[in-house]
C-alpha cells in the first residue's frame, strides 16, 4: 500500500542533532496523527491535527515538535532528543466522520 | 475503569481451531469501532471494522454489544499466518487503541 507514505524508514541521531520526519497522504484524508512505538509497548498517541478531535498532547516532550502544512503532509521535527526517545514512529490519516486510520510504514528511530 | 481493555494473552492456538477475544470499552457513548492486525516491527493494519449488526470477512466475524460495552473478533480456521496482535479501537471524541492481544497460530 502507498496510500501513506513516511521517510526515512529509519534514522539514527545523536543526542545533539536535529532532523525531521515526513509524513504524506495521498488518500484524501483531512485528519493527520503521530504516534510513537517503543519495544514492545502499546501506541502512544502524540499529536492529532483534526477539526474533529480533542487533541491531548501535554505529556509529549517540546523536544518534539508538530507541522502541518496542508491536509496530505506532517511532520515532526526533533532536536536535542534523548536515547529513550529511540522508537518507531508512525504517522495515521482518516477521513473524518468515523472512518478508521490508515497508517504509514514508520520511521524507525534510534537516537545514540 | 480503563476506556480500553484488552487481554494481552498470549494465546496459543493450534492451526486450524477458532479463536475469540473480546475488547470492552467505557465510554457508552463510543461511536465508531475497529479491530486493527500488527504484525512485529510493522504498522498496525485496518482488519475490519465492527458494524452495530455484526460482520464477517471470510474467515473473520467481529460483533458489538453495546449493552455490555464490548466488542468481540472470531476468527475461525486459523493459519499460521494469523498470528499477529490484535489491536481493538474504539472512537468517541477521540481515538484510543487498546494494547493488543498477542495471537500466536501453533503448527
Known amino acids: 500500500e502507498t496510500g501513506v507514505t513516511q521517510t526515512p524508514r529509519h534514522l539514527v541521531m545523536g543526542m545533539t542533532n536535529k532532523k525531521s520526519l515526513k509524513c504524506e497522504q495521498h488518500?484524501?484524508?483531512?485528519?493527520m496523527y503521530w504516534y510513537k512505538q517503543s519495544a514492545k509497548k502499546p501506541l502512544e498517541l502524540m499529536f492529532v491535527?483534526?477539526?474533529?478531535?480533542?487533541?491531548e498532547n501535554n505529556s509529549v516532550p517540546s523536544r518534539f515538535s508538530p507541522e502541518c502544512p496542508n491536509s496530505s503532509h506532517l511532520f515532526l521535527h526533533l532536536h536535542t532528543l534523548q536515547p529513550e526517545d529511540s522508537a518507531l514512529y508512525l504517522c495515521?490519516?482518516?477521513?473524518?466522520?468515523?472512518?478508521?486510520?490508515?497508517f504509514g510504514p514508520g520511521t524507525r528511530l534510534t537516537v545514540l | 475503569r480503563k476506556e480500553v481493555e484488552q487481554d494481552p494473552g498470549p494465546f496459543n492456538v493450534p492451526e486450524g481451531a477458532t479463536v475469540a477475544f473480546n475488547c470492552t470499552y467505557s465510554?457508552?457513548?463510543?461511536?465508531?469501532f475497529f479491530w486493527y492486525r500488527q504484525d512485529c516491527r510493522k504498522e498496525p493494519k485496518l482488519l475490519m471494522s465492527?458494524?452495530?449488526s455484526g460482520n464477517e470477512d471470510g474467515r473473520f466475524t467481529a460483533q458489538l454489544n453495546r449493552a455490555s460495552q464490548y466488542i468481540s473478533l472470531l476468527i475461525r480456521d486459523s493459519k499460521l499466518s494469523d498470528s499477529a496482535t490484535y489491536l481493538c479501537?474504539?472512537?468517541?471524541?477521540?481515538?484510543?487503541f487498546g494494547k493488543g492481544t498477542r495471537l500466536h497460530i501453533l503448527p
Open positions: 495515521a490519516s482518516r477521513i473524518g466522520g468515523g472512518g478508521p486510520q490508515f
Open positions: 488518500l484524501g484524508h483531512n485528519a
Open positions: 465492527v458494524y452495530s
Open positions: 491535527y483534526s477539526l474533529e478531535e480533542r487533541v
Open positions: 479501537v474504539v472512537r468517541d471524541d477521540k481515538i484510543i
Open positions: 465510554n457508552s457513548a463510543s461511536q465508531s
